[in-house]
Structures are given as structure tokens and as C-alpha cells.
């Protein structure tokens, strides 16, 4: 599974990159972006939980 953050969205609240580091940072410009390609599969529960914590809803996860 991949995730995705739309950039025009996301207002840079850091919500999911502290809950999921692993797949999600800041940029330089505090915009979140995710940092691996494929979700691991240990990671797929806290990826959705920060997709789904999102005050925006600016993040995706696909197949
Ligand atoms: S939770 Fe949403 S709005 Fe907040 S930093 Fe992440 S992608 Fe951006």
C-alpha cells in the first residue's frame, strides 16, 4: 500500500507525522511528505490512523 499527501491541503500541522513517523515528515517548508515508497505492513494500522486523523483530509492510501 501507498500514501499519499496532497500538498495543496495540508495546513502543516504535523498531526500524522507524530503519529507515524515512519511514513510521514515535514518538509522544509512544513508540508508533510511520505518517505517510503511501499507502507510496511507493521506500519499499515498507525498509517491509517493518521490518514484518518488528518484535519484536512489531505492524506490517501491506496493500493
Ligand atoms: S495531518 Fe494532514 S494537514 Fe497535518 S501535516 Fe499531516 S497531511 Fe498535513
Redesign the pocket.
Known sequence: MKAK?DKNS????????GICPKI?Q?NEDN??EVIVDEIPTDDIVDANE?KE????E??TIEE
Not at 10 to 17: Q, S
Not at 53 to 56: A, E, I, K, L, R
Open positions: 499527501v495540508c495546513i502543516g500541522c504535523g498531526l500524522c507525522e510521514f515535514m508540508i508533510a493518521a486523523s488528518c484535519p484536512v489531505a492524506i
